[in-house]
C-alpha cells in the first residue's frame, strides 16, 4: 500500500521500519519539528526524523496541519492510508479524510481505558494487570475511534515504563502490518462507553515521593515515572531520581531507610529501592549507588 507515516519519538520508529520491511510504499513522513538539544542547543532531528533519512525517505515536519496549504500538500501524496503512531500533532478532518481509507493509529493501550498522551505511564501508576496495543480508525475525538485489532500483555510486576515500552513499540509494529494486510476484511468495532479512562499527560509535580503512601503506591509511582521524569526524592540535601523498585516486607516511620541496601518505610509497608540516579550523575544499581554514597540504617528520606 502507498502509505504515509506520522510518528516523532523512539516508540515509533520499529513501527516504521516494519512498514518498509512489509514492502509497502512510504510516500512521506511526518513528524515534529528538530528541537534545540544538548550542552550547544543545536537543533536535533526527532528519533523518526532520524531513521527515515537514514532510509532515504522523504521527511515533513510542519508546526501544524491545520493550514489550507498543509493539507493540500498532505492530500496530494494521494496516499491509500495514513499510520500514525505517537505523532504529536492534531489531525484536522481533512487530513482524516484525505487518505483513501483513512488514518490508522497504534495507541498503546486497551482502549477505552486510557485514551491520551500517557497511557504506558497511568496504566502502571493505576497498577493495571493488563495493557497492550489497539490500530484504531481516527476521527475527531480523543482516541475514540473504533478499534480494528487488538493485542494485550501482562504487565509485570516489577516492569518500568521504559521496559513496557520496549516490548509494546515492536508490538505495535507487528500488529499495524497484520491489520494493513487485512484491511479489506476487518471489521471495525466501536469502542463501549462503560470504562473509559484518560491517561493525562505526565505532570513533574506528580514526580516527588510521598513516603506517608502505602507501598503499593510508591513502588507504582517509581516504576510508572522511569525513566521520564522519574519519581525522586531528598537524601540529605541531594535530589536523587528513583528508577526501579519492588515491593517488601518491613515497618517503620515513613521514608525511614530500615537496613543497608535501601529498604525505605512508607505508610504501608516498605520498598526496596533497585536504581537510582544522583542529579548530574548517571543511573546506578543499588549496590553500585551506595559504594559511592553509603545510606545508613535510620536515614530519613524527605517527603516534604
Not at 500514525?84 to 479524510?97: E, K, M, N, R, T
Not at 493485542?151 to 491489520?179: C, F, K, N, S
Not at 541531594?238 to 541496601?261: F, I, Y
Request: some cysteine; proline content about 9%.
Amino acid at each position: 500500500m502507498r502509505v504515509v507515516f506520522m510518528g516523532t519519538p523512539d516508540f515509533s520508529v520499529p513501527v516504521l521500519d516494519a512498514l518498509v520491511e512489509a514492502g509497502h510504499e512510504i510516500a512521506a513522513v511526518y513528524c515534529r519539528p528538530p528541537r534545540p538539544a544538548g550542552r550547544g542547543k543545536k537543533d536535533r532531528p526527532t528519533p523518526v526524523h532520524a531513521r527515515s533519512e537514514a532510509l532515504g525517505l522523504e521527511v515533513r515536519h510542519p508546526v501544524s496541519l491545520k493550514s489550507p496549504e498543509e493539507q493540500t500538500a498532505f492530500a496530494d501524496l494521494n496516499a491509500d492510508v495514513a499510520v500514525v503512531v505517537a505523532y504529536g500533532l492534531l489531525l484536522p478532518q481533512p487530513i482524516l479524510d484525505a487518505p483513501t481509507h483513512g488514518c490508522l493509529n497504534i495507541h498503546a493501550s486497551l482502549l477505552p481505558r486510557w485514551r491520551g498522551a500517557a497511557p504506558i505511564h497511568r496504566a502502571i501508576m493505576a497498577g493495571d494487570a493488563q495493557t497492550g496495543i489497539c490500530i484504531m480508525q481516527m476521527e475527531a475525538g480523543l482516541d475514540t475511534g473504533p478499534v480494528l485489532l487488538r493485542q494485550a500483555t501482562d504487565i509485570e510486576p516489577q516492569e518500568t515504563t521504559a521496559q513496557l515500552h520496549d516490548r509494546l513499540a515492536p508490538m505495535g509494529a507487528r500488529l499495524i502490518v497484520e491489520a494493513l494486510n487485512r484491511l479489506p476484511d476487518l471489521t471495525p468495532e466501536p469502542q463501549p462507553e462503560d470504562g473509559v479512562t484518560y491517561a493525562s499527560k505526565i505532570d513533574k509535580a506528580e514526580a516527588r515521593v510521598d513516603w506517608t503512601r502505602p507501598a503499593i503506591e510508591v513502588d507504582r509511582l517509581i516504576r510508572g515515572l522511569s525513566p521520564f521524569p522519574g519519581a525522586w526524592t531528598e537524601i540529605g540535601d541531594s535530589r536523587v531520581k528513583l528508577l526501579a523498585s519492588k515491593l517488601a516486607e518491613g515497618q517503620g516511620a515513613p521514608g525511614e531507610v530500615l537496613n543497608d541496601t535501601l529498604r525505605v518505610a512508607c505508610g504501608e509497608g516498605a520498598i526496596d529501592l533497585l536504581r537510582l540516579q544522583r542529579a548530574g550523575k548517571g543511573a546506578q544499581d543499588m549496590e553500585t549507588f551506595l559504594r559511592g554514597w553509603p545510606v545508613a540504617a535510620g536515614t530519613r528520606l524527605s517527603s516534604e
